[in-house]
């Protein structure tokens, strides 16, 4: 594997596909764009004859796929994850159509991994799994007959990124050239910022984890917007972590929480109707 060449630095990620059928047409689709990187979350039926079948002699790609027990585990060491789905999205990313994402994926490709994630073939992905990726792609189809089934979803997008691969070998001649900025956390670092956020806001008396809303799922989203380095998410943890050494050390300095506004503040009532609503909504 060429480590300067994009496309080793993509994934293709199915998760939870049904058919075997379909995973060997995927792993057909990839080999005739150039990809070679597949993951396997939770495959019904893996390996299976009819996959190698449906494969056509991609048998290469079948024999190396990973197969992992959970999303996270498949995403980890990427910088960058594309969720590919049709349905529109509450609180989602930023969307982008094929086009437009392929580049997005591969311009990170200077920095690390990066993965491109399709949902089971029924439901597609779930809103959890949409979540845990910074972008969303979608196939601008015909909108009166939009089903694509896994194997060409994977295949419009394995030419998109293909073409953009191309694109970017014609006009940077120094893939190695990082850009500006430090380096891009992974999908590792930024878990874990987000579980670190939400034990403080759940310690400091802000989350309610009996009624946590989508306060999470904002801070997803902000954090997806933010494209985060890896010397921010340690800034951001240490300020955590210094929160939580001092609430430890004195938690009567701390009676300030979203149920217990400071009777002193005049605007408290006022304050204290509009946190309860950002944590509702």
């Given at each position: 594997m060429n480590p300067s060449y994009p496309l080793d630095k993509v994934r293709v990620v199915l998760s939870h596909p049904s058919h075997p059928g379909n995973i060997g047409a995927v792993a057909r689709a990839m080999k005739t764009m150039g990809l070679d990187s597949l993951y396997l979350v939770n495959p019904k039926t893996f390996p299976d004859k009819e996959a190698e079948r449906r494969a056509a002699g991609a048998w290469d790609i079948l024999n190396n796929a990973k197969v992992c027990s959970n999303l996270d585990e498949a995403l980890s060491g990427t910088i960058l994850a594309a969720a590919v789905t049709a349905r529109?999205?509450?609180?989602?990313?930023?969307?982008?159509?094929?086009?437009?994402?392929?580049?997005?994926?591969?311009?990170?490709?200077?920095?690390?991994?990066?993965?491109?994630?399709?949902?089971?073939?029924?439901?597609?992905?779930?809103?959890?799994?949409?979540?845990?990726?910074?972008?969303?792609?979608?196939?601008?189809?015909?909108?009166?007959?939009?089903?694509?089934?896994?194997?060409?979803?994977?295949?419009?997008?394995?030419?998109?990124?293909?073409?953009?691969?191309?694109?970017?070998?014609?006009?940077?001649?120094?893939?190695?050239?990082?850009?500006?900025?430090?380096?891009?956390?992974?999908?590792?670092?930024?878990?874990?910022?987000?579980?670190?956020?939400?034990?403080?806001?759940?310690?400091?008396?802000?989350?309610?984890?009996?009624?946590p809303k989508r306060l999470m799922q904002r801070m997803r989203r902000l954090f997806a917007r933010a494209r985060l380095e890896k010397e921010e998410i340690n800034i951001l943890r240490g300020i955590l972590s210094a929160c939580e050494k001092r609430m430890q050390a004195n938690p009567a300095a701390f009676p300030l929480t979203p149920d217990a506004p400071d009777p002193d503040t005049p605007d408290a009532p006022r304050m204290q109707t509009k946190l309860n609503n950002d944590r509702k909504s």
């Open positions: 529109p999205r509450d609180l989602s990313p930023e969307v982008f159509d094929a086009r437009r994402g392929a580049l997005e994926l591969i311009d990170h490709t200077r920095q690390g991994q990066v993965a491109v994630v399709f949902g089971t073939e029924m439901s597609g992905l779930t809103t959890l799994e949409v979540s845990k990726c910074q972008i969303i792609i979608h196939i601008p189809a015909n909108p009166e007959y939009s089903s694509l089934n896994l194997a060409s979803a994977v295949q419009v997008m394995a030419y998109e990124l293909r073409m953009a691969c191309m694109g970017l070998l014609e006009t940077t001649p120094a893939l190695s050239t990082p850009r500006s900025g430090g380096a891009t956390a992974t999908f590792d670092e930024i878990e874990l910022l987000y579980a670190h956020l939400e034990q403080v806001a759940i310690s400091s008396g802000f989350l309610d984890p009996q009624e």
